[in-house]
């Protein structure tokens, strides 16, 4: 069975794991990027080649994309990016003007 890989960084590394369904977890890597706290509940992604952003790479089964897709709303657009595990992987990337934000320094959610 066909299998993808998903970089996830907010939601989905706490309470929004139970939509990864029966993922594996391939460990913990890096993207880069910046994370932005967008409200108190989840962050956005937006890239950036001089900053980190610290994650976990999941292997899904790629027909759970359209309840993530849905669960992630228009304020997202899924994109394939490079992990610093050198594997490449799909992520949400922030879609709007992130300058109302505040960035998150260090780049992980969890330490937010």
């Known amino acids: 069975m066909h299998k993808e890989y998903l970089f996830v960084y907010g939601v989905f590394r706490d309470y929004g794991k139970l939509l990864l369904a029966d993922a594996i977890h391939c460990g913990k890597a890096t993207i880069n990027g910046k994370l932005y706290r967008v409200n108190e509940f989840y962050p956005g992604f ?16 790629p027909s759970i994309f359209p309840n993530l897709d849905e669960f992630e709303g228009d ?3 899924r994109v394939k990016v490079k992990t610093s ?13 992130i300058s109302p934000f505040n960035e998150i320094k260090g780049g992980d959610w969890m330490l937010r």
């Open 46 to 61: 937006i890239k950036s080649d001089n900053d980190k952003v610290l994650g976990d790479v999941y292997l899904i089964d």
């Open 75 to 77: 304020e997202y657009i």
């Open 85 to 97: 595990s050198d594997i490449e992987c799909w992520v949400y990337e922030y879609k709007y003007d």
